[in-house]
């Protein structure tokens, strides 16, 4: 059976959504926890808070917000999660001690994630106890919780490096004293997919299962495919992937793959974009632009063919829509540009080009390109204006700038010529930029209702004194534009580019921009 674009709706030779296969996939988000543990992560209460309110409004089922016994900030963090009353079943991380449960509980959490060794190596080296003894433990453990009216998973540790006998032992007592569900944990991301067939279909067919993976071998979303394969029906992970060492399983690529694959859901994934950014800002973990799913280029077209056929049908080059993901599709232009893709952006900026036209605007595109330069909308219209021997009549004009930072709050003052007549602000920010960036946006007047987008530095040469580049986006409206600014002052560059912008913005308008 196909999905009609040639997807083979097996897995595995068995197939989710048939028979005895989970065709309801639940998740359990640990970027509280395990995301947290990213080397230089620490999520204060107010961002643990905003980020579960958001996981939560996608859809996750089980929100872990951290481990309690941590210590006494995490114990207030996790207890402002459970104070906002989600949806969502909240929970902490437990050691194999009773004291840990004991601290999660005070938390008013709704169930533990309650971990105990099951490798030889963490039995033995770790812990020091016994096979025997952990398993007694575990079973104590469990009923413990259970009187306590928690929901108790049991996640055996390291379980992908256990023998499997022992494996199904631990996690069948633990099921046996009254676990609601048991977890294949890949702790170290060392399992082949076909090592994890084996072990989670032994678990699952001692009780429901989830799985656990992380992305040591580049292979945590192929497991979890395997896990769910296998009769698994919970997974974890967290947005981004982000977590120990090489990170866990990137929720957002699961929820893509079991929708784009097997027509299964699991969570809102219009609002999986939103969750990536809040999470790569609070955890200052940037997001790779080829990322899955959330990376800035995942539906971006630059090629001349890819974008000639995304023109003509925008399926051609995507697996899917981007709005799916609550994302847009972008043509970028550089070295690989064509024809169909210049013409394109510059008819979106009003531009009507002859053929002979074109083809010089193409070469000089790519001229710029074949210096590894991106080219902004700005060196576009620069482009053309030139190639069509057309003056550029600017409306909006930095006439001067001054920034000052120090010991006291940093200000900045700003004289612009808008439509021929001058116009000073001054105000203060953050930083320098933020302070000229809020002077220029008064004079600008905010009637001009324009955005800043995105906004990029990049040091072109190294040391002290290297010359920065800014990128910044704006839109107003349904219009866009890029532009990029080069200076050795970084102030100065973000605001030339935000004026630049704003005056490409605004050209061929009637409309005066209003003073305010
Ligand atoms: C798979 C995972 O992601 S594991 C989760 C990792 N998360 C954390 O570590 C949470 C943050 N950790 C902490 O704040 C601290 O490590 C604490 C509070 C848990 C413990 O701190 P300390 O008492 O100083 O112990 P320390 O960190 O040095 O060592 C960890 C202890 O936990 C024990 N331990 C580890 N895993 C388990 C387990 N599954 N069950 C029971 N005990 C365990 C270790 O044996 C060790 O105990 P020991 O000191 O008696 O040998």
Redesign the pocket.
């Known amino acids: 059976m196909t999905d009609g674009a040639g997807n083979s709706a097996g897995l595995f030779g068995s197939g989710l959504g048939s028979s005895g296969r989970p065709e309801d996939v639940q998740l359990l988000d640990t970027t509280l926890?395990?995301g947290e543990?990213a080397p230089g992560v620490s999520l204060t209460p107010e961002e643990k808070a905003r980020i579960a309110r958001a996981l939560d409004d996608a859809g996750v089922d089980v929100i872990e917000a951290g481990?309690a016994?941590?210590?006494p900030g995490?114990r207030e963090t996790i207890s402002r999660v459970t104070d906002l009353d989600l949806d969502a079943t909240v929970t902490s991380?437990a050691?194999?001690?009773e004291n840990?449960i004991d601290l999660a509980m005070d938390c008013g959490v709704d169930g533990i994630n309650l971990?105990?060794?099951a490798s030889d190596k963490?039995i033995e080296d770790?812990?020091?106890t016994t096979h025997a003894e952990n398993v007694a433990q575990t079973v104590e453990l469990v009923e413990y919780a259970r009187d306590h009216g928690l929901w108790v998973e049991v996640?055996g540790?390291?379980g992908s490096r256990a023998d499997l006998d022992y494996l199904e032992e631990l996690l069948g007592a633990a099921l046996e004293a009254g676990a609601d569900r048991v977890c294949y944990?890949d702790?170290v991301g060392h399992a082949t997919p076909d090592r994890t067939i084996e072990a989670v279909s032994r678990l699952a067919a001692l009780g429901p299962t989830s799985t656990h993976t992380h992305d040591d071998l580049g292979l945590a979303v192929t497991n979890v495919m395997a896990s769910l394969a296998a009769g698994a029906d919970l997974v974890h992970g967290t947005i981004n992937g982000v977590g120990?060492r090489a990170g866990n399983v990137a929720l957002e690529e699961v929820a893509i793959a079991l929708d784009h694959g097997y027509g299964i859901e699991t969570m809102d994934l219009t609002k999986v974009y939103d969750l990536a950014q809040l999470i790569a800002s609070k955890t200052g973990i940037p997001l790779a632009p080829n990322k899955a799913v959330v990376g800035e280029n995942a539906f971006t077209h630059e090629s001349g063919i890819h974008t000639d056929g995304t023109l003509k049908d925008e399926s051609m080059y995507e697996p899917y829509p981007p709005e799916k993901v609550g994302r847009e599709r972008r043509l970028a232009l550089g070295k690989h540009a064509g024809r169909a893709g210049v013409e394109a952006t510059l008819n979106e900026h009003g531009i009507d080009v002859e053929e002979d036209e074109l083809r010089e605007i193409v070469a000089r595109v790519k001229e710029i390109g074949e210096r590894g330069k991106r080219v902004t909308d700005a060196d576009l219209l620069t482009i053309a204006e030139d190639v069509q021997g057309r003056e550029r009549e600017r409306r909006v004009e930095l006439l001067d700038l001054t920034a000052v930072s120090g010991s006291d709050v940093p200000t900045a003052s700003i004289r612009l010529d808008v439509d021929g007549e001058v116009r000073e602000e001054a105000a203060t920010g953050t930083g320098p930029v933020d302070a000229a960036m809020q002077a220029a946006e008064a004079a600008l007047s905010h009637t001009a209702d324009a955005q800043l987008e995105s906004y990029h530095v990049d040091a072109i040469t190294g040391g002290h004194d290297a010359v920065v580049t800014v990128e910044v986006e704006m839109s107003r409206g349904d219009d866009h534009v890029t532009v990029t600014a080069s200076e050795a002052d970084i102030t100065r560059a973000s605001i030339e580019a935000m004026v630049d912008a704003m005056d490409r913005l605004v050209a061929g308008e009637d409309t005066v921009i209003a003073d305010d």
């Open positions: 926890r395990d543990q481990s016994v941590t210590g995490e991380f050691r194999g001690v840990d971990v105990v060794p963490h770790k812990i020091g996640i540790e390291d944990a702790t120990e």
